[in-house]
């Protein structure tokens, strides 16, 4: 019984963690997906009639990657506790 009920406490803890990994994941991806679209409202301000609009969208997605970088960086964290 109490093999039994060690079986499911390493299971319960071993989903736990693979659940803040999955995060971790996907927050690190969002993270370099907005790094890209900061890269592409970069290259179109050189070109555009507006620079000042698309300079802008280029700050608000380096905002967002910062965020999802932090936010990846926090769950990788917690799944090592």
């Known amino acids: 019984m109490k093999k039994l009920i060690a079986a499911i406490a390493v299971l319960v ?22 790094t890209a679209k900061q890269g592409t409202e970069n290259t179109k301000a ?7 609009k698309t300079v802008h969208k280029a700050k608000v997605h380096k905002a967002k990657a910062k965020q999802h970088g932090e936010n990846a960086k926090d769950a990788a964290k917690e799944t090592t506790k």
Request: a negative charge; hydrophobic letters at 50%; proline letters at 3%.
């Open 13 to 34: 803890l071993a989903n736990a963690a693979f659940a803040q990994a999955g995060t971790a994941v996907k927050e690190a991806g969002k993270a370099t997906a907005e």
């Open 46 to 52: 050189l070109v555009s009639s507006e620079p000042e």
